[in-house]
């Protein structure tokens, strides 16, 4: 079992390119700034509930936990 940022980071990756995003890309689509998306996907930083339901928007999930699969 990876640990929840490591699990996290991976899943938000996982989207991003399925969507064919870059991180700068997804950050404008989300109003985030671009550091954001990397110091997430680099597990330097944990998001907010609110960022997470942003980035699920912006990566036109079903529901914010898609992002959150794997994760116990």
Known sequence: MQPV???FAANLRRHRTRVG???EALA???DLHRTEISLLERCKRSPRLETIVILSRGLELS???ELLEGIS
């Open 5 to 7: 940022r490591e699990q």
């Open 21 to 23: 995003l870059s991180q």
């Open 28 to 30: 404008d689509v989300c």
């Open 63 to 65: 529901s914010p936990a």
